[in-house]
């Protein structure tokens, strides 16, 4: 199960922590990262894949002002992406824009659509809806999570509804329903957290400690994976959420970040301080599908397994992404700025 150097590098010149599939991008397998230099300006970078899928390559190099904590691109520009970024003591969040002609310029200029200027607390992360082309986006701060409608043509962004989480929850991220785009969950050191859009009221909670990230399975509804620092990864069927239905040992440290696939069913990779991304499979031991009833009797057995551990990195690892456009590839950023890319193709289990 262990790996070797399989992967596709990419070195960034500073620290960093954010990495996100260009999903808007139909004609490469591209990737969006951003960096988290205390001293020097910041950057920004657009890599994409070969065409023939041997190497790494910058298509575009941009100045970001200040340390970036969150990045996420637009799911239906690919010009278009949000990061979350720090000043000293302050977070801001701000949406931008690549130019038209980047490509053509010696130092092509970031153009700052929005800033979403409303939060008075630390900012955690900015969600985009989750497919499509729609003008809503969400941004969670450690109290409060805010519903966006954005115009780019018109470079700004307004407050549609907001709700407080309460003092006794300190927000530590988020993500959107593929299945039920009203609905968001948001993680907290002791719970997670489902919000109703259209009323930003909370309809439900999963009572779990120090859960560090969260993914819906964009394949089945009703079903969450989630990652806890040291309790490894948990996956939850949203109709039976008193206890997981499966769990998978995760990290020999902290697990950091966890994604199910966008089209293998099961799939699932982890990514943790241990300098380590794990690709697991878990899913019914039958190929039944979860009904209500074998919910009900406990009677569902699950398989899970540990496919592959890729070990290319010296350091801890935080960014984690699949490829909508090629599922089987996943890009991964550990800390010390090493980008990698990686086929799970060889790994995957068989029919």
């Not at 954010?18 to 001293?39: P, R």
């Not at 859009?197 to 439900?204: E, F, G």
């Not at 769990?247 to 799939?267: F, I």
Request: a negative charge; hydrophobic letters at 35%.
């Amino acid at each position: 199960m262990q790996g070797g150097s399989t992967g596709i590098g990419y070195g960034l010149k500073y620290q960093a922590r954010c990495i996100a599939d260009v999903k808007a991008d139909t004609d490469h397998t591209s990737f969006l990262t951003g960096t988290l230099s205390l001293k020097e300006e910041n950057e920004v970078h657009l890599i994409r894949l070969s065409s023939g899928g041997t190497e790494l390559v910058c298509e575009g190099l941009f100045s970001h002002p200040n340390e970036i904590w969150d990045l996420a691109s637009c799911p239906f520009d690919q010009r278009i992406f949000s990061t979350v970024f720090s000043s000293g003591e302050s977070y801001e969040a701000a949406v931008w824009q690549i130019p038209e002609l980047y490509g053509q310029s010696n130092s092509p200029q970031l153009e700052c659509i929005a800033s979403l200027d409303a939060h008075s607390s630390k900012i955690k992360c900015v969600l985009w809806w989750p497919s499509g082309r729609h003008d809503k986006l969400i941004s969670i701060d450690e109290q409060n999570i805010f519903l966006w409608s954005l115009d780019s043509s018109k470079k700004s962004a307004q407050v549609q509804s907001q709700e407080s989480a309460g003092m006794l929850h300190h927000i530590s991220g988020g993500a959107w329903d593929p299945h039920d785009v009203n609905v968001v969950a948001s993680t907290s050191e002791s719970s997670i957290q489902f919000w109703d859009l259209r009323t930003m009221k909370k309809t439900n909670s999963i009572e779990y400690s120090h859960v560090r990230n969260i993914d819906y399975d964009s394949k089945n509804k009703h079903m969450l994976v989630t990652a806890a620092d040291e309790s490894g990864i948990h996956i939850w069927d949203l109709r039976m959420s008193k206890a997981p239905v499966a769990e998978l040992p995760g990290h020999s440290h902290w697990t950091w970040a966890v994604r199910s696939n966008p089209e293998y069913e099961g799939v699932i990779l982890s990514a943790g301080t241990d300098s380590a991304v794990n690709l697991w499979f878990a899913a019914p031991a039958s190929n039944d599908e979860l009904t209500s009833d074998s919910l009900s009797n406990s009677t569902t057995k699950w398989t899970e397994s540990l496919l592959h551990t890729y070990n290319d990195y010296e350091d801890s690892v935080y960014g984690l992404s699949w490829s909508s456009r090629e599922p089987w590839i996943f890009a991964s950023l550990s800390y010390d700025g090493r980008v990698v890319v990686e086929s799970i193709k060889p790994h995957l289990p068989r029919k």
